[in-house]
Protein backbone atom coordinates (compact mmCIF):
# COMPACT_ATOMS: atom_id res chain seq x y z
CA UNK A 1 0.00 0.00 0.00
CA UNK A 2 1.36 3.78 -0.81
CA UNK A 3 1.02 6.16 2.00
CA UNK A 4 2.82 9.27 2.68
CA UNK A 5 4.70 10.83 5.80
CA UNK A 6 4.82 14.61 6.62
CA UNK A 7 7.46 16.00 8.63
CA UNK A 8 6.69 18.26 10.81
CA UNK A 9 3.65 19.32 12.23
CA UNK A 10 3.89 23.02 12.22
CA UNK A 11 6.41 24.82 10.83
CA UNK A 12 6.89 28.59 11.47
CA UNK A 13 8.69 31.10 9.35
CA UNK A 14 8.63 34.46 8.92
CA UNK A 15 7.07 36.75 6.02
CA UNK A 16 9.55 36.61 3.02
CA UNK A 17 11.65 33.60 4.11
CA UNK A 18 11.74 30.54 2.80
CA UNK A 19 9.25 28.20 2.95
CA UNK A 20 9.56 24.28 2.92
CA UNK A 21 6.99 21.77 3.73
CA UNK A 22 8.78 17.94 3.64
CA UNK A 23 6.42 14.94 2.33
CA UNK A 24 8.14 11.38 1.95
CA UNK A 25 6.46 8.37 -0.03
CA UNK A 26 6.12 4.81 -0.07
CA UNK A 27 5.49 3.08 -3.23
CA UNK A 28 6.16 0.29 -4.78
CA UNK A 29 5.59 1.80 -8.37
CA UNK A 30 6.08 4.89 -9.68
CA UNK A 31 3.79 7.58 -7.68
CA UNK A 32 1.13 10.49 -8.78
CA UNK A 33 1.80 12.84 -5.69
CA UNK A 34 -0.12 16.05 -5.16
CA UNK A 35 -0.12 19.00 -2.59
CA UNK A 36 -3.30 20.85 -1.41
CA UNK A 37 -3.85 23.89 0.50
CA UNK A 38 -7.10 23.82 3.43
CA UNK A 39 -7.81 27.49 4.41
CA UNK A 40 -9.67 27.61 7.43
CA UNK A 41 -13.55 26.11 7.61
CA UNK A 42 -12.78 25.95 3.99
CA UNK A 43 -12.35 22.92 1.36
CA UNK A 44 -8.96 21.78 0.32
CA UNK A 45 -7.57 23.50 -2.86
CA UNK A 46 -5.00 21.59 -5.17
CA UNK A 47 -1.56 23.31 -5.30
CA UNK A 48 -0.02 21.38 -7.68
CA UNK A 49 0.31 17.69 -8.65
CA UNK A 50 3.08 15.30 -10.03
CA UNK A 51 2.62 12.81 -12.81
CA UNK A 52 5.66 11.35 -14.21
CA UNK A 53 6.90 14.56 -16.54
CA UNK A 54 9.18 17.00 -15.09
CA UNK A 55 10.19 16.38 -11.82
CA UNK A 56 9.71 19.81 -10.72
CA UNK A 57 6.19 20.68 -10.98
CA UNK A 58 4.97 24.35 -10.69
CA UNK A 59 1.75 25.21 -8.98
CA UNK A 60 -0.12 27.91 -7.97
CA UNK A 61 0.74 31.00 -5.45
CA UNK A 62 4.60 30.73 -6.01
CA UNK A 63 5.18 27.31 -4.92
CA UNK A 64 6.67 24.49 -6.52
CA UNK A 65 7.58 21.41 -5.57
CA UNK A 66 10.63 18.80 -6.80
CA UNK A 67 10.07 15.25 -6.83
CA UNK A 68 13.34 13.04 -5.98
CA UNK A 69 13.09 9.52 -6.28
CA UNK A 70 16.21 8.33 -4.82
CA UNK A 71 15.37 10.24 -1.37
CA UNK A 72 11.64 9.16 -2.31
CA UNK A 73 10.57 12.64 -1.21
CA UNK A 74 7.79 15.44 -2.87
CA UNK A 75 8.64 18.49 -0.78
CA UNK A 76 6.93 21.81 -1.15
CA UNK A 77 8.59 25.13 -1.47
CA UNK A 78 8.05 28.52 -1.90
CA UNK A 79 10.66 31.11 -2.03
CA UNK A 80 9.06 33.87 0.15
CA UNK A 81 6.50 33.51 2.65
CA UNK A 82 3.04 35.76 2.53
CA UNK A 83 1.02 36.32 5.25
CA UNK A 84 -1.65 34.83 3.20
CA UNK A 85 0.39 31.57 3.19
CA UNK A 86 -0.96 30.67 6.47
CA UNK A 87 -2.83 27.28 5.82
CA UNK A 88 -2.77 23.86 6.25
CA UNK A 89 -1.08 21.61 3.88
CA UNK A 90 -1.29 18.25 3.04
CA UNK A 91 0.78 16.02 0.60
CA UNK A 92 -1.00 13.14 -0.70
CA UNK A 93 -0.70 10.17 -3.09
CA UNK A 94 -3.45 8.22 -5.26
CA UNK A 95 -4.23 4.90 -5.47
CA UNK A 96 -6.86 3.12 -6.82
CA UNK A 97 -8.72 6.57 -8.28
CA UNK A 98 -8.57 7.46 -3.83
CA UNK A 99 -6.11 10.14 -2.08
CA UNK A 100 -4.12 9.13 0.67
CA UNK A 101 -3.19 12.01 2.71
CA UNK A 102 -0.44 13.02 5.39
CA UNK A 103 -1.40 14.30 8.64
CA UNK A 104 -0.93 17.51 7.31
CA UNK A 105 1.56 20.51 8.15
CA UNK A 106 0.07 23.77 9.79
CA UNK A 107 2.25 26.87 8.50
CA UNK A 108 2.27 30.45 10.48
CA UNK A 109 3.03 32.98 8.94
CA UNK A 110 4.93 35.83 11.79
CA UNK A 111 5.02 39.24 10.77
CA UNK B 1 -22.71 24.74 -10.25
CA UNK B 2 -18.96 26.15 -10.33
CA UNK B 3 -17.59 24.13 -7.62
CA UNK B 4 -18.59 21.01 -5.33
CA UNK B 5 -21.28 22.05 -2.82
CA UNK B 6 -22.06 20.37 0.43
CA UNK B 7 -25.08 21.13 2.85
CA UNK B 8 -25.41 21.69 5.31
CA UNK B 9 -22.07 23.12 6.34
CA UNK B 10 -22.52 22.51 10.03
CA UNK B 11 -24.59 19.85 11.42
CA UNK B 12 -24.90 19.10 15.34
CA UNK B 13 -26.54 16.02 16.45
CA UNK B 14 -27.60 14.41 19.69
CA UNK B 15 -26.35 10.79 19.67
CA UNK B 16 -27.85 8.11 18.55
CA UNK B 17 -29.90 10.64 15.67
CA UNK B 18 -29.53 9.81 12.21
CA UNK B 19 -28.13 12.12 9.80
CA UNK B 20 -28.07 13.17 6.46
CA UNK B 21 -24.96 15.02 4.67
CA UNK B 22 -25.43 16.31 0.91
CA UNK B 23 -22.64 17.14 -2.01
CA UNK B 24 -23.87 18.72 -5.52
CA UNK B 25 -20.68 17.68 -7.70
CA UNK B 26 -19.55 19.89 -10.41
CA UNK B 27 -21.72 19.84 -13.23
CA UNK B 28 -20.58 16.78 -15.82
CA UNK B 29 -18.07 15.17 -13.23
CA UNK B 30 -18.20 11.64 -13.12
CA UNK B 31 -16.95 10.71 -10.25
CA UNK B 32 -17.63 11.26 -6.64
CA UNK B 33 -15.54 10.66 -3.36
CA UNK B 34 -16.45 11.02 0.24
CA UNK B 35 -13.53 11.51 2.76
CA UNK B 36 -13.71 11.78 6.34
CA UNK B 37 -11.49 14.51 8.05
CA UNK B 38 -10.76 14.30 11.81
CA UNK B 39 -9.90 17.06 13.95
CA UNK B 40 -5.67 17.76 13.39
CA UNK B 41 -6.01 14.91 10.91
CA UNK B 42 -6.19 14.43 7.29
CA UNK B 43 -8.50 13.50 4.61
CA UNK B 44 -9.33 9.59 5.13
CA UNK B 45 -11.10 8.15 2.22
CA UNK B 46 -14.32 6.60 2.92
CA UNK B 47 -15.90 5.78 -0.40
CA UNK B 48 -16.51 6.52 -4.16
CA UNK B 49 -18.67 6.95 -6.88
CA UNK B 50 -18.78 5.93 -10.65
CA UNK B 51 -21.70 7.74 -11.88
CA UNK B 52 -24.37 6.09 -9.52
CA UNK B 53 -22.21 3.07 -9.06
CA UNK B 54 -20.88 2.76 -6.13
CA UNK B 55 -17.53 1.23 -6.67
CA UNK B 56 -15.46 1.35 -3.38
CA UNK B 57 -16.64 1.40 -0.01
CA UNK B 58 -13.59 0.03 1.46
CA UNK B 59 -13.46 3.46 3.60
CA UNK B 60 -16.55 3.46 5.58
CA UNK B 61 -15.67 2.59 9.25
CA UNK B 62 -19.20 0.65 10.18
CA UNK B 63 -22.39 -0.41 8.68
CA UNK B 64 -23.86 2.94 10.23
CA UNK B 65 -22.43 4.88 7.65
CA UNK B 66 -24.10 4.70 3.84
CA UNK B 67 -23.86 6.81 0.78
CA UNK B 68 -25.55 6.67 -2.71
CA UNK B 69 -25.86 8.33 -5.28
CA UNK B 70 -28.98 7.14 -7.75
CA UNK B 71 -29.18 9.23 -10.50
CA UNK B 72 -25.42 9.75 -11.14
CA UNK B 73 -25.27 13.34 -9.58
CA UNK B 74 -26.08 14.44 -6.12
CA UNK B 75 -24.87 12.03 -3.26
CA UNK B 76 -26.04 11.92 0.29
CA UNK B 77 -24.05 10.25 3.04
CA UNK B 78 -26.01 8.70 5.71
CA UNK B 79 -24.91 8.18 9.28
CA UNK B 80 -27.60 6.29 11.33
CA UNK B 81 -27.35 6.42 15.14
CA UNK B 82 -24.57 9.00 15.48
CA UNK B 83 -21.82 8.57 18.23
CA UNK B 84 -19.38 10.83 19.51
CA UNK B 85 -16.77 9.62 17.30
CA UNK B 86 -18.19 10.31 14.18
CA UNK B 87 -17.76 13.81 14.64
CA UNK B 88 -15.81 15.24 12.28
CA UNK B 89 -15.72 17.11 9.00
CA UNK B 90 -16.96 15.20 5.69
CA UNK B 91 -15.74 16.29 2.56
CA UNK B 92 -16.81 15.47 -1.30
CA UNK B 93 -14.63 15.14 -4.32
CA UNK B 94 -15.87 15.16 -8.14
CA UNK B 95 -13.28 14.44 -10.65
CA UNK B 96 -14.32 14.33 -14.03
CA UNK B 97 -13.70 10.80 -14.70
CA UNK B 98 -12.06 8.51 -12.61
CA UNK B 99 -8.39 6.92 -12.97
CA UNK B 100 -4.88 9.00 -10.95
CA UNK B 101 -4.28 11.51 -13.24
CA UNK B 102 -7.15 13.14 -12.40
CA UNK B 103 -8.00 15.88 -10.17
CA UNK B 104 -10.06 15.92 -7.30
CA UNK B 105 -11.89 19.41 -6.35
CA UNK B 106 -13.30 19.20 -2.85
CA UNK B 107 -16.45 20.82 -1.87
CA UNK B 108 -16.06 22.99 1.91
CA UNK B 109 -17.19 20.23 3.81
CA UNK B 110 -19.81 19.45 6.41
CA UNK B 111 -18.73 19.95 10.01
CA UNK B 112 -20.46 17.91 12.19
CA UNK B 113 -20.26 17.24 16.24
CA UNK B 114 -22.10 14.39 17.95
CA UNK B 115 -23.08 15.53 21.51
Known amino acids: AQSVTQLGSHVSVSEGALVLLRCNYSSSVPPYLFWYVQYPNQGLQLLLK??????LVKGINGFEAEFKKSETSFHLTKPSAHMSDAAEYFCAVIQGGKLIFGQGTELSVKP | GAGVSQSPRYKVAKRGQDVALRCDPI?????LFWYQQALGQGPEFLTYFQNEAQLDKSGLPSDRFFAERPEGSVSTLKIQRTQQEDSAVYLC?????????????FGAGTRLSVL
Open chain 1, 50 to 55: YTSAAT
Open chain 2, 27 to 31: SGHVS
Open chain 2, 93 to 105: ASSLTGGNKNIQY
